[in-house]
């Protein structure tokens, strides 16, 4: 085997620094993580707010609810600013403008009115944020690092969920017990989010290697398609959308899957307090190993991305995803179930306070769900990302969230209707088998 000449060997481009060694990618994943810590920490904050004041599920989903409607409204909007003005400068506006908010609440707390106000303003600034950073990231890495740095986006939201949801509220609240001290502390973090986004640096909006993926015939994929085409501005995310069948299916699997964690989000507190009959607080702990099995299956699921066929990858995180969520609708009669036999007798001895065999059960099964839900995310955002050209990234991740927040506004409230009227158990399986009915229908199209 012959040696490589000197010359060849020195002409030979240098590989690319790790994505994390890279300023602009760098500050992009730090500004992230520091917005959602503070927004899932808000999140929680309100949701536990709510239900103080009124003990009722439907009000927590009305909450959910008004977290996610204004989407609908602002989505569209927030895509075509994320496509026409300077990128950083809209995730910096939004950071800043959800700080205030914070300091407002703060001068002025008000009634229980107000929580619902406080958290239509952070969903209206919300889209403008998501869809810049979404058009950032295929800005500044190549085609070929996308899979892997969806991935890591992916746990850095992980990881700010975890932050957020069993560090920063439950300890603040435990400590201070004010809410005013957690919304100063968010709005900080804020404040910080929208510095590291200005330092992320200039952001092209256009690519400059070739697609990896082959190109629909159907569809310009991988280059700009002519200004014409584009249609209405309002438009213009959807019909890149629906330009590519590939796309849309990756599409409407994103959306599913947020549809269906904006609906749980409505049922968790009232999971927690009926089914593991525990304090939010300690249960919001009992389900963080979630988080963890969306950091495990992101680091795997980058590496997936590009050696396995898409339809596989959703097919087994969507089955796994449903059949694990049918498992944690019904885990105190599972944890009973399996007590009986030999091998699982321990379950009936795990007592600590009013911790029990069924709560340790439902932490062992919301680590499989974080991670089957990370590779149904990761798989489907780097089909869009691959396949989208640049200049429509910002409202094709625009309208995909104004889908989710669309599919899921009815669903949200008649789900908290009828976790009070028939209780969360039978309403979470009914979920579960909606969610699976879909993904069959996605695919089967």
């Known amino acids: 085997m012959s040696a490589v000449p000197a010359w060849e060997e020195a002409a030979r481009p240098a590989p690319p620094p790790a994505l994390l060694q890279q300023i602009p990618f760098r500050r992009l994943s730090s500004s992230r993580f520091f917005a959602r810590i503070a927004q899932n920490g808000l999140n929680l904050a309100l949701v536990l707010l709510v239900l103080d004041a009124t003990g009722k599920a439907f009000y927590t989903s009305l909450l959910v609810l008004a977290l996610v409607l204004p989407m609908m409204v602002a989505g569209i909007i927030a895509g075509v600013a994320a496509d026409a003005i300077p990128r950083r400068l809209i995730v910096a506006l939004g950071n800043l403008a959800r700080a205030a908010v914070c300091v407002a609440f703060i001068v002025e ?31 500044i890495v190549t085609r070929g690092e996308l899979a892997r740095a969806n991935a890591i986006g992916q746990a850095v939201g992980g990881a700010a969920q975890i932050a957020g949801f069993a560090v920063l509220t439950p300890v603040v609240l435990r400590v201070f017990e004010r809410a005013d001290v957690l919304f100063g502390i968010a709005a900080a973090l804020f404040v910080v989010a929208a510095v590291e986004a200005v330092r992320i640096g200039p952001v092209s909006r256009t690519r400059e290697e070739a697609p990896t993926l082959p190109p629909d015939p159907a569809a310009t994929v991988g280059g700009e398609p002519p200004a014409a085409d584009h249609g209405s501005w309002w438009k213009a995310g959807w019909r890149a959308m ?45 389900l963080t190993p979630a988080g963890i099995g969306v950091v495990v299956g992101l680091r795997i699921a980058g590496f997936l991305a590009h050696r396995l066929p898409h339809a596989l990858l959703s097919s087994a995180g969507f089955a796994a995803f449903t059949g694990l969520l049918l498992a944690l609708a019904f885990v105190n009669e599972e944890a009973t179930f399996l007590g009986g036999y030999g091998a699982f007798a321990w379950l009936n ?78 309403v979470m399986a009914i979920l579960a088998v909606a969610i699976a009915a879909a993904t069959v229908i996605n695919l089967r199209s």
């Open 109 to 139: 707390p008000g009634g229980a009115g107000t929580l619902y106000v406080v958290a239509a303003l952070f969903a209206v600034c919300a889209p403008f944020v998501a869809a810049a950073e979404g058009s950032i990231l295929p800005a």
């Open 242 to 286: 629906r330009r590519d069948p590939v796309v849309f299916k990756a599409a409407i699997e994103l959306t599913l899957i947020t549809m269906m964690l904006i609906i749980l989000g409505g049922l968790i507190p009232t999971y927690i307090r009926d089914v593991l009959d525990l304090p939010f607080e300690i249960g919001a702990l009992v």
């Open 349 to 426: 001895d795990v007592h600590i306070g009013n911790f029990d065999g069924g709560d340790l059960l439902a932490m062992a099964l919301v680590l499989p769900l974080g991670f089957a839900y990370a590779i149904v995310s990761v798989t489907a955002q780097t089909v869009v990302n691959h396949r989208v050209p640049l200049s429509l990234q910002g409202r094709v991740v625009a309208t995909q969230g104004v889908l989710a927040a669309l599919a899921a506004s009815l669903p949200v409230l008649g789900a908290g209707a009828l976790g009070d009227w028939l209780g969360v158990q039978p």
